[in-house]
Every structure is written in structure tokens, then in C-alpha cells.
């Protein structure tokens, strides 16, 4: 069956500029997750969205960052007047439930110049 | 926040040689896991361990649990160059917090 996939695989924009990347998740899966990965680095928690719960958004790094879900599928990913240090990986999982394995998709490599 | 380090950072090692790398923290962990990533790949997970001092072993790799639960050790027998990938230890049971890695290379 397909897996997470995501989309631009790679995206780069200028500094100043708004991007939205985008996660669609396994059918089925009610719990979706997106993580960051800055170069040689691990994976640093973003968002988490769970059913039809309020989202989890306490890994936000600054305002600038929003995401949504469209009930149990897609999900955007929105950065608004990105700045060089938001450069890196953006990495989407999701899950059966909450507590279950993680399945990642292969990331949106953002580089802002 | 729960701070997992995992060290060595790198390792580059010829084809037949055996390895260990180590996920440590002073917090105690109800589970941890282990994932491998490719360059251009998600990470995929290879073992999740729950029981201080639980080995679980998943063909030529062999997880540990401390008694503790507070460190796992992952040790690769006869290392092949398709070991070759970051792994990345992880705790959590919805937002998974990260160790920063190990990237390791296996040459042939």
C-alpha cells in the first residue's frame, strides 16, 4: 500500500517569502505528526494532530509556523516570511492511533536564500 | 524536556567489523526506539524496547534496554555496507523526542 508522501520534495524560496508544504498520510491513520530535521541533526517535534482534537502545536518554533488538517487526511504545513534558519528537512509521520508506530514520509527539503 | 544523547556522532568502519552506539539520558523512558534513515528517506523504525534490561536482536543487530531505563545500545555484528544510514534513537508515545544521531559508514 502507498505511504506517507509529501510534497515539493524539495522547495527553495527567498527569505521574506510565505510556503506551504504538504503531507498526506496513510489511509486509515488517525494521527498525524510534523518534525524538522536541521542538517546532522535528529528530528525535532513540530505539531501533532490527532482525530478530530485540538492539535498538539507546543513544538511550534515561532508564530510564523501554522498547519492544518483536513479531517483524517491531508495536511499543510504553512511558513509565513521565512527566514534562513527555518532551512531543513520537513519531515511528516503518521500513525494508526496515538502511541502506535510512526511511519515518516521521505521530507520536504527547504533551503531559504 | 527529555534529552536523549547519542554517541559517537560518526563512525566510518570497513565491511566485517562490529560495532556498538549508545542512546543515553537522565530521565527514565517507559519505551525507546530505534530508527535508521537513508539519505533522502524518512526515518524507519527498526525496534521499539519497553523492559529495563531487554535485548532484542533483529538479524545481525542487537538492541539493549538498560536496567534503568535510562540508556539503549545498539551493536551491529559483521557490518555490512547496507548498514550504512544515521540511526537515531527516540523516545515518546506521540510527540517522539530525537537524539541527534549516528551517522555510520560502512565501506566495503
Known amino acids: 500500500g502507498a505511504g506517507v508522501s509529501q510534497s515539493p520534495s524539495n522547495k527553495v524560496t527567498e527569505k521574506g517569502k510565505d510556503v506551504e508544504l504538504r503531507c498526506d498520510p496513510i489511509?486509515?491513520?488517525?494521527?498525524l505528526y510534523w518534525y524538522r530535521q536541521r542538517l546532522g541533526q535528529g528530528l525535532e517535534f513540530l505539531i501533532y494532530f490527532q482525530g478530530n482534537s485540538a492539535p498538539d502545536k507546543s513544538g511550534l518554533p515561532s508564530d510564523r509556523f501554522s498547519a492544518e488538517r483536513t479531517g483524517e487526511s491531508v495536511s499543510t504545513l504553512t511558513i509565513q516570511r521565512t527566514q534562513q534558519e527555518d532551512s531543513a528537512v520537513y519531515l511528516c509521520?503518521?500513525?494508526?492511533?496515538?502511541?502506535?508506530?510512526?511511519?515518516f514520509g521521505p521530507g520536504t527539503r527547504l533551503t531559504v536564500l | 524536556t527529555q534529552l536523549l544523547e547519542q554517541s559517537p556522532q560518526f563512525l566510518s568502519i570497513q565491511e566485517g567489523e562490529n560495532l556498538t552506539v549508545y542512546c543515553n539520558s537522565s530521565?527514565?523512558?517507559?519505551?525507546l526506539q530505534w530508527y535508521r534513515q537513508e539519505p533522502g528517506e524518512g526515518p524507519v523504525l527498526l525496534v521499539t524496547v519497553v523492559t529495563g534490561g531487554e535485548v532484542k536482536k533483529l538479524k545481525r543487530l542487537t538492541f539493549q534496554f538498560g536496567d534503568a531505563r535510562k540508556d539503549s545500545s545498539l551493536h551491529i555484528t559483521a557490518a555490512q555496507p547496507g548498514d550504512t544510514g544515521l540511526y537515531l534513537c527516540s523516545a515518546g508515545r506521540r510527540a517522539l523526542t530525537f537524539g541527534s544521531g549516528t551517522r555510520l559508514q560502512v565501506q566495503p
Open positions: 530521565s527514565v523512558f517507559s519505551s
Open positions: 489511509s486509515g491513520h488517525t494521527a
Open positions: 509521520a503518521s500513525s494508526l492511533e496515538q502511541g502506535h508506530e510512526q511511519f
